[in-house]
């Protein structure tokens, strides 16, 4: 039975999605499409090849230990009678099962009983009786699960530290048991009533506060990795300006190394650095949190993001890129976890002047000796004397304009383009970075003619542009609450993109009796041809220019704290001090509290948005906290409520233990991707007729006219969407690497990735963007208003008061 194409008005066959392999999937466009095929499927899941392969649910893991004892019956089910204390039909040593199956009794004795002990204490502390019974249940199982045949000896007696601390506070040990079994039933009885309270008030007790006191002591994370601490190692900086070659240098390192691993702020750069080598004969694999290419068994690098970092093997030189992130509020940790732990004889960083003191007191910190290299720019960069005066006829070949909306960067757009027949690449933050690498390429392509470049503050990291101009359009960014000034290094590092060095394509990659930098043990390189040309940095409106000014030639702050985030198993451990019935995200905002910094050199990174993302998994029953912890640091975009909402249907799946493919994820936006490929096949069709019409006549072009489907406008509203799928896309890849059993296959995922960014960059290439807004009037507003006050700082005599600047509080009347 043939299936219907979208909104079932093409009658078609299949489903390329179901039932082609996979170099069919990425033929594009209807022209290219086999006869009849179905473009994108909403195929009803039983049809697809590969769909519903579900597996048994998963049990709720509070139940799914074996317990060692028959008590496996949850409070509120019938009890069976036990006569004569004989359970599980085992024979087992006498000692064993009189303590087991005793303690069984009389759990089985209070069960009956709970409703007493669910006093006016646990009332007002907000336990109902429904999470009483739910707590008892548990204490259940964490009791007769431990192992009573050897009669572990207790804490006190010399057990381990932390599980000291839990077992004493909330669970009896079996040897506990014993003893207060050889006193007597109601000395035994109170310790286990006494025990099951505390375990219920888990959090509030003393034993177990001083525990997460214990776990939220963080002053010492160089001490978290004692391995790596008992190797001597040697620190590279190489610090500079942007476009000094720091970068080129540790890389030329890394090459010569016979094991390395690079670790970079995006996956764009680790996909760059993995596909030089590659293409260079030096084998080396990719590890990002999405995708993982292991191609080689014995590969010589190893490229990553910084998150992914391999820790765990011995290796002669890490490349650690972008070091100054290491004081990022929100990913700083992931540079002082990669530093502190990672088990290199040679770990070069890259990076601003303005982190070497820090860098410098975490060497004295670890013991590691530490050589710094400086670099001044490959090629001069000025501020330019004049904005352009508010006037877009004077872009020019080379230019790249900087706004902060992807609405402003498609208005500029589409302004450029009609005021000066000059096509316009876009870079920004919500294209996927294959996207952003294609579009950059188009750019620096001399051949074609996109001239100029209108990007976000995504074009300062990452993408090797040769910009001529950088031009900032505002110097504010909306922060999701006003519009705020940029930092003055955010402004350095975009507006230090203009002029970037390209290696010319006969440039020797090494010449030896240079060294621009301090000697160390990095190959030296020849001097450099000069750039023909400085780069240039202005502003669109002349009133910005001065704030510029000031800004391209103000010093940079010093880095002061290195970022540190607790690592994932104190996380857990210490969530396990917390009853059940405590929410995740509450229980991480407690460790935020609770957590002890040293703070002359760390600062405790923001876990706000795990907070957010663990918010949003909140209401999934029966994920392990291991699973949520997991679950927290997948990349969720915070303003994408589909992207949210594909989450929470993958925290389902996990929490049953269904595999099956992302194309049966209810809720996932694959009408866009359909509606987009089917205004894609009626442009095809619109455009034959047109090439008929051309040599038919008159009557026959407007019967064409009349038959052909006009295309929806399928541009700026088409984007976002399927800016959304991607990324609900790659959240699915990213989790299919933490529950490969759960996210499978993957191979469907990633033709779905491809798929959605080819009809991202299709849309990207058109220039007729009818539904770009024209700059908005808030801008116009946002520069009188935000700016209005700025000049105020601007002085007549050209002195510039420094905006960022912490002013004193002004003092307050008694
Ligand atoms: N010695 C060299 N020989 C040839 N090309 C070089 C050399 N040094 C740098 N380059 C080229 O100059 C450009 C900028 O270098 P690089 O990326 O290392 O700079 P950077 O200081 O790390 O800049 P950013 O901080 O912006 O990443 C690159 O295209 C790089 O290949």
């Known amino acids: 039975m043939p299936l219907l194409g979208p909104r079932g008005r093409i009658p078609l066959q299949r489903c390329i999605l179901c039932t082609h392999n996979i170099p069919r999937l990425q033929v594009q466009f209807a022209k290219q499409l086999p006869q009849n095929a179905r473009i994108f499927s909403t195929t009803p899941t039983p049809l697809r090849k590969g769909g519903h ?91 007769l699960s431990q192992d009573f045949k050897t009669l572990p000896p207790s804490p006190i007696d010399g057990g381990e530290s932390e599980n000291f601390l839990l077992k004493e506070t909330a669970i009896p040990t079996p040897l506990e048991l014993k003893r207060a079994q050889n006193v007597g039933e109601e000395v035994f009885d109170s310790i286990l009533v006494e025990k099951y309270r505390s375990f219920t008030l888990r959090e509030k007790s003393a034993p ?29 900086m190489h610090v500079g300006p942007t476009n000094s070659g720091k970068t080129y240098r540790a890389l030329k ?129 000025h501020t330019a004397n004049e904005s352009l005066n508010g006037d877009w006829n004077s872009i020019q070949k080379g230019d790249c304009v900087v706004t902060f909306s992807r609405k402003d960067i498609f208005a500029i757009k589409k302004t450029i383009e009609e005021k000066t027949g000059k096509r316009c690449a876009v870079v920004y933050g919500g294209l996927p970075p294959e996207t952003r690498s294609y579009q950059a390429r188009l750019f620096n392509d001399q051949s074609n003619d996109y001239d100029v470049l209108v990007a976000s503050d995504a074009v300062g990291m990452g993408l090797n542009l040769s910009i001529q101009r950088v031009i900032f359009e505002t110097l504010t960014k909306y922060d999701g609450e006003s519009d705020k000034l940029l930092e003055v290094p955010h402004i350095k590092q975009i507006g230090g993109r203009a002029g970037r060095y390209r290696v010319a394509p006969s440039l020797p990659q ?61 996380i857990e451990k210490f969530a396990k001090t917390f009853p059940v019935r405590k929410p995740f995200s509450q229980i991480l905002e407690k460790m935020v509290q609770m957590s002890r910094v040293n703070s002359n050199l760390f600062h405790l990174c923001s876990m706000d ?34 992207v949210k909402q594909a989450l929470v249907a993958y925290s389902k799946l996990i929490a049953e233990s269904r595999s099956g493919s992302i194309l049966d994820v209810a809720g996932l936006e694959f009408d866009v991707l359909d509606d987009y490929l089917e205004a894609k096949e009626e442009e095809a069709k619109r455009a034959e007729a047109m090439k008929n019409a051309a040599k038919g006549s008159q009557m026959e072009l407007s019967k064409m006219w009349s038959e052909v489907a006009v295309p929806r406008d399928s541009s700026m509203s088409t984007l976002p969407a399927l800016e959304g799928l991607h990324k609900s896309t790659m959240l699915w890849l990213w989790l299919s690497y933490r ?76």
């Open 253 to 381: 390192r890394l090459e010569e190394c016979s094991s390395g691993i690079y670790a970079g702020p995006l996956r764009l750069l680790a996909h760059e650095i993995y596909d030089r080598f590659n293409a260079k004969g030096i084998s080396c694999n990719l590890v990002t949190g999405e995708e993982q290419r292991l191609e080689h068994l014995q590969a010589k690098i190893t490229s990553s993001t910084v998150e992914m970092v391999d820790t765990t093997r011995d290796v002669e030189v890490a490349v650690l890129d972008e070091i100054q992130m290491i004081g990022d509020k929100y990913r700083g940790w992931a540079w002082t976890h990669a530093l502190l732990a990672v088990r290199a004889r040679e770990v070069h960083m890259c990076g601003e002047e303005r982190t070497v003191e820090l860098i410098k007191n975490l060497a004295a910190l670890t013991g590691d000796k530490l050589v710094v290299h400086r670099y001044n720019r490959l090629g001069p960069l």
């Open 510 to 570: 090494k010449i030896s009796g240079h060294e621009n930098g301090e000697p160390g043990t990095i190959p030296p390189v020849g001097p450099l041809p000069a750039m023909p040309n400085p780069g240039i940095v202005t502003t669109f409106e002349k009133a910005d220019l001065k704030l510029l000014t000031y800004a391209m030639n103000a010093t940079t702050p010093d880095i002061k704290t290195a970022g540190i985030h607790p690592p994932d198993r104190v």
């Open 208 to 236: 177990i506060a001083e525990m997460q006191r214990w776990l939220t002591d963080l002053q010492h994370p160089h001490e978290w990795y004692p391995e790596t601490r008992s190797m001597q190692r040697t620190w590279i």
């Open 609 to 642: 948005a795990s907070m957010h993302s663990a918010g949003v998994v909140e209401g999934t029953k029966g994920l392990t906290v291991a699973e949520r912890i997991t679950i927290m640091q997948a990349p969720l975009p915070r303003n994408n409520p589909n």
């Open 739 to 814: 529950f490969p059993s759960v996210f499978t296959p993957r191979e469907t995922a990633f033709d779905l990735k491809k798929i959605t960014e080819d009809a991202i960059q299709d849309i990207l290439s058109k220039t007729n963007y009818n539904r770009a807004k024209k700059l908005r009037s808030r801008e116009k507003a946002k520069r009188k208003g935000a700016f209005g006050e700025l000049d105020e700082l601007l002085m007549e005599d050209g002195v510039v008061e420094n905006p960022w600047e912490e002013k004193p509080q002004a003092a307050t009347a008694a």
């Open 53 to 143: 392969v579900k597996s048994k649910p998963k049990p709720n893991p509070v139940f799914s230990k074996p317990v060692s004892s028959s008590f496996v019956r949850r409070v509120g089910e019938p009890c069976p009678v036990r006569q004569g204390g004989h359970f599980g039909g085992r024979s087992r040593d006498k000692k064993e099962v009189d303590i087991q199956n005793y303690t069984d009794l009389r759990l089985n004795f209070f069960m009956k009983r709970l409703h007493q002990y669910w006093d006016e204490e646990l009332k007002e502390l907000g336990v109902t009786y429904a999470e009483a019974k739910e707590e008892f249940n548990l204490f259940v199982d964490r009791v």
